[in-house]
């Protein structure tokens, strides 16, 4: 016996969602783990809290929202299900170019923190401006992704 099912709209598209918010979850950790470390120091020193520091762990976050964009757009392409392992890899690589994006940015967070704790008025915009060209990287593999599907 045999039992056919017709399944429309799914080929793994949540794998790029999935990857891109496991790496935000690393990215947003490391930061923090490095603003704690500022916070801590800032106590001890019986200095203001930083909250620039609070940003740096947030930057990593948006990369979930472009793994969710980049899902919707896949979806939404509504492809053959025949290419549903094909959607299920390419998913994959993008949602590993945004997730090593999120998880670099939070390394570099956690780095601007440890400077911030030496010299708390010098280099914060620059920091920001590292950061954001992390960013980038994620945005590029979301935009080319999403110029990657194929029209249905």
């Not at 080929?11 to 790029?16: C, D, K, R, S, T």
């Not at 990215?27 to 916070?39: E, R, V």
């Not at 923190?113 to 010098?122: G, H, R, Y």
């Amino acid at each position: 016996m045999t039992f056919l099912t017709t399944v429309t709209g799914f080929g793994g598209h949540a794998i790029a969602l999935g990857i891109a918010g496991v790496g935000s979850a690393i990215g947003t950790g490391i930061a923090a783990m490095g603003a704690m470390g500022l916070w801590k120091q800032s106590i001890k020193d019986k200095k203001k809290l930083p909250a620039l520091a609070l940003a740096m762990v947030g930057m990593p976050l948006s990369q979930v929202i472009y793994g969710m964009i980049f899902m919707n757009s896949l979806i939404g392409a509504n492809l053959n299900p025949d290419s549903y392992t094909n959607q299920m890899v390419f998913a994959l690589f993008v949602g590993i170019a945004i997730a090593a994006s999120a998880i670099m940015q939070g390394r570099a967070g956690a780095a601007a923190c440890s400077n911030l704790a030496v010299d708390d008025k010098q280099g914060a915009g620059m920091y920001i401006a590292a950061m954001g060209v992390i960013e980038t990287v994620a945005l590029l593999a979301m935009v080319f992704g999403m110029g990657g599907i194929p029209a249905a």
